[in-house]
């Protein structure tokens, strides 16, 4: 009887004692633990959803490591996560990237940086909203907002391999076959002036939904639509939008794909031009150009056009 009686008042003493130093080192505890966790962070990858795009461009490429020591790191980082279709990713930043925080906090409040990343990944896989939530422990928590919903991509996919069927041949060229699909969707789609003017419309003209299913575009419809049959086709492609550094001019953007071991200019907009006399015409003017000829175009005539003015060091395949 004294003797559990013992025993039992020295497991109440020595639980004390221990609650006690567990008490005392407390921070010290605390930090190890977040050390540890700094050390090796847990980065949970998804698989890539089927929009995801193989192809090595320059400014931004996929990357398996999502521990960045760059600046470069990060861009690629967030490029794969777009590219993958994550809706929710975490990464942590290591101590000796001593301006990690800040390269994130850069790059998450810059909307021109953020869209050229966005240029580069499959419309399917193109945000409407992306929101980064940085953690003074080096936790960044990348939170995206697709453009597309399932529904819309359901009715694309269905539209875009029925008009595939009906409008092109095995025997074509993939010259022909992206000139049969450029004159296609102009044919079939009118520019929405409506929503240029007033930034609203009824029509869903700056996805691909918008030319596609419902005939009315602005820039972005034509080139998200033009790009879902480059995917197709298997052809690498990007989207190219207007340096928004140029301030006396608003945002534009169009196709960049590669043919022939050439990347080239594709501009569906320009080619539907909104004529005085309200009837449609085709063009072929911003059709598979390269940049020396985007250039020289864009002097001629009496209206020198700045729109395609982009930059050069986001988009160096277009540079010759």
């Known amino acids: 009887m004294i003797v559990n009686l013992l025993k039992k008042n020295f497991l109440l003493l020595f639980c004390i004692f221990v609650l006690g130093v567990v008490f005392l080192n407390v921070d010290k505890i605390s930090d190890k ?5 700094e050390k090796n962070p847990l980065v949970v990858v ?11 461009f320059i400014f931004v490429k996929n990357t398996s ?22 809706e929710d990713f975490t990464f942590y930043c290591p101590s000796e990237y001593k301006a990690c925080l800040e390269d994130v906090g850069k790059i998450s409040n ?10 580069f990944v499959h419309p399917y896989n193109g ?6 939530i940085i953690s003074e422990s080096g936790e960044i928590n990348v939170k995206i907002n697709y453009l597309y919903t399932k529904e819309e991509i359901k009715a694309l996919d269905a539209s875009v391999t029925k008009i595939y069927d009906e409008i092109i041949q095995e025997s074509m060229s993939s010259y022909d076959q992206i000139k049969t699909i450029h004159d296609y969707i102009i044919n079939h789609t009118k520019y929405d002036i409506e929503r240029n003017e007033t930034n609203d419309s009824k029509y869903q003209s700056h996805k691909a939904y918008g030319a596609l299913i419902e005939g009315y575009a602005t820039c972005n419809g034509y080139t998200d639509a033009m790009a879902l049959f480059l995917e197709k086709m298997g052809i690498p492609n990007f989207k190219v939008a207007t340096e928004l550094m140029q301030t006396d001019i608003s945002g534009h953007v169009w196709n960049a794909l590669y043919l022939d071991e050439k990347w080239l200019h594709l501009d569906l907009t320009w080619d539907d031009p909104v004529s005085d006399d309200g009837k449609d ?6 059709f598979l150009i390269n ?7 864009d002097k001629k005539g009496e209206v020198i056009v700045k729109e395609h003015l982009f930059n050069k060091s986001i988009y160096p395949e277009l540079r010759v």
């Not at 940049?291 to 175009?297: F, P």
């Open 33 to 37: 633990i977040a050390a540890s966790l």
């Open 46 to 56: 998804e698989n890539a959803n089927a929009y995801f795009k193989t192809d090595a």
């Open 65 to 86: 490591d999502f521990i960045p020591l760059s600046y470069n790191d990060l861009l690629n980082i967030y490029y794969t996560i777009t590219n993958s279709g994550f």
């Open 110 to 119: 810059d909307p021109e940086t953020l869209t050229y990343i966005n240029n």
């Open 127 to 132: 945000f409407s909203n992306i929101q980064t």
């Open 281 to 286: 015409y085709l063009q072929h003017k911003y």
């Open 291 to 297: 940049t020396t000829e985007l250039e020289s175009i």
